[in-house]
């Protein structure tokens, strides 16, 4: 267990020796320093709690990826996840809100922090949109599937995969729902929440028809002798999944701090500790161990794409959505974990089991 997360321990130590050195130089004061290093214990907490989801859904695409794939969404995946999504997407919110360069807003972000939480919040209409509608696709696809067989809340599972006959049902759905909160909104708001979830929709069938491709390219090469297989059509997938993922993380992390470098190392910590917790379930084999813990985590997927649309017009405490997702995936492990004593009671495969 400790080898897939020494990497992570080390990272952390390294993480809290930055956070040590900057709140020496920045407050002088033995008390500013312990409060810096007790923020940033509590956002890498808080970005396991949220994206606990995010790696039992990392794991169900990492294992149809080689090893070398694999291994470079650890590397150039966690670079993405780290300086990508907790320190430029951040930035690039306020250069592109506030009209500002790459330079001002570094300085804006550091001597002004309370402006530069105040720009990006008012983002959020824009980033619940996108994040929502794309994480809402996700879930959507893996239940609106007719070859699914596998069901664990079957009076729901069973019908949504009748409903997938139907051409491009799941999108409909979603389109009726970003009007439905639209309409809740102010005229400038509501275009802006629609406009990011079409934009939302589109992303996922982009990064999907990119896989299908690649798909089809490395199915080619496998039928002509050659053994290739890329991986990128999923790596492309998966960097978008994780940063829909890491929008509430991010938004939320003001809650505890204006401060960007403090908010970029907790958040750091926690990102780290997600990607080796995706590749122990993985390598240890652990989705197919437990039947229903996939399943777990695509609803909490839809939980947290309906409370991102939401967001926009409700305020929901991060720590709901935390709940949420850990609930549903440990409802899904414990349905798991009973399915296979009762299966091993019996002593041959038991009938499927369904709520």
């Known amino acids: 267990m400790l080898a897939f997360y020494r990497g992570s321990i080390l990272f952390t130590l390294f993480c809290l020796g930055l956070a040590t050195w900057y709140g020496i130089s920045s407050t002088e004061s033995l008390e500013g320093t312990a409060k ?44 993405i996840a780290v300086f990508g999504m907790r320190v430029v997407f ?59 067989e596998v069901h664990w809340i079957a009076v729901v599972e069973s019908r949504l995969a009748r409903f997938s006959a139907v051409p491009a049902a799941e999108i409909a759905l979603l ?54 297989r890329s991986g990128l059509g999923g790596f492309l997938y998966l960097q978008v999944l994780d940063s829909s993922f890491s929008f509430d993380g991010v938004i939320g992390a003001f809650a505890l701090s204006n401060n960007m470098i403090v ?18 379930l993985v390598q240890k084999g652990t989705l197919s161990e437990y039947r ?9 997927i839809i939980a947290l794409g309906a409370i991102m649309l939401l967001s926009a017009r409700f305020h929901i405490p991060e720590t709901i959505t935390g709940l949420i997702g850990a609930t549903l995936i440990g409802i899904s492990l414990w349905w798991s974990v009973r399915h296979n004593r009762r299966e091993a009671k019996s002593g041959e495969a038991a009938p499927r089991q369904e709520i």
């Open 36 to 79: 810096i290093l007790w923020i940033v214990v509590v956002l890498s907490i808080l970005e396991i709690s949220l994206s606990f989801d995010n790696a039992v859904v990392n794991a169900t695409v990492l294992r149809e990826m080689d090893e070398v794939w694999q291994r470079r969404f650890l590397t150039w995946g966690m670079a």
């Open 90 to 148: 951040p930035l690039a919110i306020v250069a592109v809100a506030a009209g500002l360069g790459p330079v001002e807003t570094i300085h804006l972000s550091l001597n002004n922090p309370e402006e530069y939480e105040r720009i990006v919040s008012s983002a959020h209409v824009g980033i619940a949109g996108f994040g929502g509608a794309f994480l809402a696709m996700v879930g959507l696809k893996f239940f609106f599937n007719a070859d699914k």
């Open 175 to 228: 389109l009726l729902v970003l009007w439905g909160i639209a309409s809740m909104l102010p005229d400038e708001e509501a275009l802006t929440f629609v406009t990011s979830g079409i934009l939302g929709i589109v992303t996922f069938i982009a990064v999907e028809a990119i896989g299908t491709i690649l798909e089809a390219r490395e199915q080619a090469a496998q039928l002509q002798g050659a053994a290739v």
């Open 263 to 280: 908010i970029a190392l907790g958040l750091s910590i926690g990102a780290m500790f997600v990607r080796s917790m995706t590749i122990m």
């Open 292 to 300: 229903f813990l996939e399943h777990g985590a695509f609803w909490a």
